[in-house]
């Protein structure tokens, strides 16, 4: 499995901006495809944001499309989600999520094998 440590959540205004990081280590962090999952309180945790290993393709739910961009530099073994014009339902936990296998970032949860302790974003109106 892959290590993932999350950071940049925090309080913002609606319409501000943030950026998640997220800091893998242990097994080859390049060749696995990784995503962005949420989970606000009382609902289910879900897709937010993919990305292919080569960064060549990603995805996104329709919610955020427009507004986040999700990033990686594999070089850093590092992750990001750059979030903007945030509105107060993109308030959940966010956690990081490493692919078992594949190439493209899939939707589902269970496609993902190792995840991060997650990183309270809240917006406020």
């Known amino acids: 499995q892959v290590q993932l440590v999350e950071s940049g959540g925090g309080l913002v205004q609606a319409g501000g901006s943030l950026r998640l990081s997220c800091a893998a280590s242990?097994?080859?962090?390049?060749?696995?495809?990784m995503a962005w999952f949420r989970q606000a309180p009382g609902k289910e945790r879900e897709f937010v944001a993919g990305?292919?290993?080569?960064?060549?393709?990603?995805d996104y739910t329709d919610s955020v499309k427009g507004r986040f961009a999700i990033s990686r530099d594999n070089a850093k073994n590092t992750v990001y989600l750059q979030m903007n014009s945030l509105k107060p339902e993109d308030t959940a936990v966010y956690y990081c999520?490493?692919?078992?296998?594949?190439?493209?970032?899939?939707?589902?949860?269970?496609?993902?094998?190792?995840w991060g302790r997650g990183t309270q974003v809240t917006v406020s109106s």
């Open positions: 999520a490493a692919g078992a296998r594949g190439y493209y970032a899939s939707t589902k949860d269970r496609e993902y094998d190792s």
């Open positions: 990305i292919s290993w080569t960064s060549a393709a990603t």
């Open positions: 242990g097994r080859t962090f390049i060749s696995l495809p």
